[in-house]
């Protein structure tokens, strides 16, 4: 069966007319201005089911796989990078897999819809990709536990509904095996501001905007023992597992933000050409 059936061309052109037509016209207005998505874009995306491809249809998400993510992913960063890696924010943002059936019923529909958008904060200064270097640490307090420690590079902090925390909950067995003793949080907050007792400032970026991207300070932040996704201990597990489809999603939007570059560039040399040659004529 070849890659591209009739279903999947028809998820590509609606999405590149989507994007043609709702997604560019705002880019160019707001990405010079450093402007945030508005609202009603996102609005639009979720009445396309954007943000529930990869939900099951059981709580209302398209139940696809990644290849249609990713087809819609490149479309949509023909126009703004950005407004494509918001829909990771919803299609079980990385870590969501592992929620308890309870946690799943309770949030998943509402992520399909656009209601329910996650940041991820799992980067620290001196831990990016090395996700067993994670120094953040939720130590155990009665019922629940207390979170300090810094996070760098948290996109969308400020606008998500929720942050997906990776912190250290137990020191690791010995030095070969760092990566045990991760635990992740689900920490519901605010849309528009920072879980309160959370300090962060935006750090300066030379691109993706759209949104802002943050460094967080948590000092004895509490969270619950039902905020736990998983297994404690197991969030290395998870976070590798859930970073297979990041990354290709990432890989699908650079390959549209170059399939959009070709496009501009193509058009601008014809544009030359024909000037070049009407002034030769003359």
């Known amino acids: 069966m070849p890659y591209i059936t009739e279903e999947r061309r028809m998820i590509q052109e609606q999405a590149r007319e989507f994007t043609l037509n709702e997604v560019l016209p705002v880019a160019n207005k707001l990405d010079p201005e450093k402007g945030d998505i508005p609202m009603d874009l996102r609005a639009k995306m979720a009445e396309l089911g954007y943000f529930g491809i990869l939900i099951p249809e059981q709580y209302g998400g398209l139940g696809l796989g990644c290849f249609e993510y990713c087809l819609v992913t490149e479309e949509l960063s023909r126009g703004w990078m950005s407004v494509a890696s918001l829909i990771a924010r919803g299609n079980l943002l990385i870590g969501s897999q592992m929620m308890s059936e309870e946690q799943r019923a309770r949030y998943l529909p509402r992520m399909a819809k656009g209601e329910f958008l996650g940041a991820f904060s799992m980067s620290e200064p001196n831990a990016g ?13 009665g019922t629940g536990y207390l979170i300090s ?9 400020d606008g998500a509904d929720y942050i997906m925390l990776v912190a250290r909950t137990s020191d690791p067995p010995d030095p070969k095996r760092k990566h045990v003793g991760l635990s992740s949080f689900l920490i519901e907050k605010p849309r528009g501001t920072l879980p309160p007792g959370v300090k962060g400032a935006p750090i300066p970026k030379i691109g993706y905007f759209g949104w802002k991207t943050y460094e967080l300070a948590f000092d004895n932040f509490r969270v619950e023992a039902s905020d736990m996704i998983g297994e404690e201990g197991h969030a290395f597990y998870y976070a590798t597992s859930g970073l297979e489809t ?7 939007r650079a390959i549209g933000l170059a399939q959009g570059a070709l496009d501009d560039s193509i058009r601008y040399a014809g544009e030359r050409v024909v000037r070049k040659a009407g002034k030769a004529a003359k």
């Open 129 to 141: 990709s090395d996700i067993s270097n994670i120094s953040c640490r939720a130590r155990k307090d």
């Open 149 to 157: 420690g810094n996070k760098y590079w948290c996109t969308f902090a």
């Open 246 to 252: 990041a990354r290709a999603h990432t890989a699908a």
